[in-house]
Nanobody
Framework: QVQLVESGGGLVQPGGSLRLSCAAS????????MGWYRQAPGKQRERVAF???????NYLDSVKGRFTISRDNAKNAVTLQMNSLKPEDTAVYYC?????????WGQGTQVTVSS
């Protein structure tokens, strides 16, 4: 059974940084493209970034140059380094495979960017 657990969120001022982590259990991690997604209040969930098994990455235009996704296949972990955070980055952040599988959604981790 696949379980994805996100951590690392919090309250940060504009311009600050946070590092999100996702720990994956189950056998899917090493063979899957992994992504970070977010959902802001009143908005649809969107994919922020993804990373292939081989390390190729892709980012939402609005986070390019500010966010960096990485993975450790040996540890079944994927991280999202977020720098120069903006109020519009406020959302609940989730990890999932790409394309997302509904049964894999975890609780997410709240990121709030506010002064």
């Amino acid at each position: 059974q696949v379980q994805l657990v996100e951590s690392g969120g919090g309250l940060v001022q504009p311009g600050g940084s946070l590092r999100l982590s996702c720990a994956a259990s189950g056998s899917i991690f090493s063979i899957s493209t992994m992504g970070w997604y977010r959902q802001a209040p009143g908005k649809q969930r969107e994919r922020v970034a993804f990373i292939t098994r081989g390390g190729s990455t892709n980012y939402l235009d609005s986070v390019k140059g500010r966010f960096t996704i990485s993975r450790d296949n040996a540890k079944n972990a994927v991280t999202l380094q977020m720098n120069s955070l903006k109020p519009e980055d406020t959302a609940v952040y989730y990890c999932n495979v790409v394309p997302a599988v509904n049964n894999y959604w975890g609780q997410g981790t709240q990121v709030t960017v506010s002064s």
